[in-house]
């Protein structure tokens, strides 16, 4: 297994090949996939548990398209904080981690503390629930939201490619 100057990350080609593989299509049989890579379905069954142990796998999750349920509105959403002390933060991320239509909330710097994006039925669903209870939030000074007209480019799939080089 190779180390890549990482002590806790001990991947081989056939990790990687794995990881590659379930990022793809997680529901494929270890079967299936140890088929595809030439490895026994126990053996990628022991590396997949192995590298849900590790961390490196956190969870596997169905990705489900928010159009299709009715989640057709997505803002990208800036805010600022009035103040921007330790606790202030805190309470704000405390907050945030209430809303469901938050997808993901990233602390940032530059011009705003946070940037969120976020989903919604409607126009309305949004300012009216979302972005009203947003600004209700502890030490939130400023907020500004750009709605995403078309998603040029989406995905989850981390790119592996440049860890099987030495």
Same mark, same amino acid.
């Given at each position: 297994?190779?180390?890549?100057?990482?002590?806790?990350?001990?991947?081989d080609?056939?990790?990687?090949?794995? =990881?590659?593989? $379930?990022?793809?299509d997680?529901?494929c049989?270890? %079967?299936? =996939?140890?088929?595809?890579?030439? #490895? *026994?379905?126990?053996?990628v *069954?022991?590396?997949? /548990?192995? $590298?849900?142990?590790?961390?490196?796998?956190?969870?596997?999750?169905? =990705?489900?398209?928010?159009s299709?349920?009715?989640?057709?509105?997505?803002?990208?959403?800036?805010?600022? $904080?009035?103040?921007?002390?330790?606790e202030?933060?805190?309470?704000?991320?405390?907050?945030?981690?209430?809303?469901?239509?938050?997808?993901?909330?990233?602390?940032v710097?530059?011009? &705003?503390?946070?940037? #969120? %994006?976020?989903?919604?039925? &409607?126009?309305?669903?949004l &300012?009216?629930?979302?972005?009203?209870?947003?600004?209700? =939030?502890?030490?939130?000074?400023?907020?500004?939201?750009?709605?995403? #007209? /078309?998603?040029?480019?989406?995905?989850?799939?981390?790119?592996?490619? /440049?860890m099987?080089?030495?």
């Amino acid at each position: 297994m190779k180390n890549n100057g990482r002590d806790d990350l001990l991947l081989d080609k056939y990790d990687i090949k794995i =990881l590659t593989a $379930l990022q793809k299509d997680a529901g494929c049989s270890n %079967q299936t =996939l140890g088929e595809a890579i030439h #490895l *026994s379905a126990s053996q990628v *069954s022991r590396r997949i /548990q192995r $590298l849900h142990s590790s961390g490196i796998i956190r969870r596997t999750v169905a =990705l489900l398209d928010p159009s299709r349920i009715g989640l057709g509105v997505r803002a990208i959403t800036y805010v600022s $904080l009035a103040r921007h002390g330790h606790e202030e933060g805190r309470s704000f991320e405390r907050g945030i981690a209430a809303f469901p239509e938050v997808l993901e909330c990233y602390s940032v710097t530059g011009e &705003s503390d946070y940037i #969120l %994006q976020i989903v919604a039925a &409607s126009l309305n669903d949004l &300012s009216e629930s979302v972005l009203r209870r947003l600004t209700g =939030l502890k030490g939130v000074n400023s907020i500004r939201s750009n709605i995403v #007209l /078309q998603c040029i480019k989406t995905s989850t799939e981390l790119p592996l490619g /440049q860890m099987g080089r030495a």
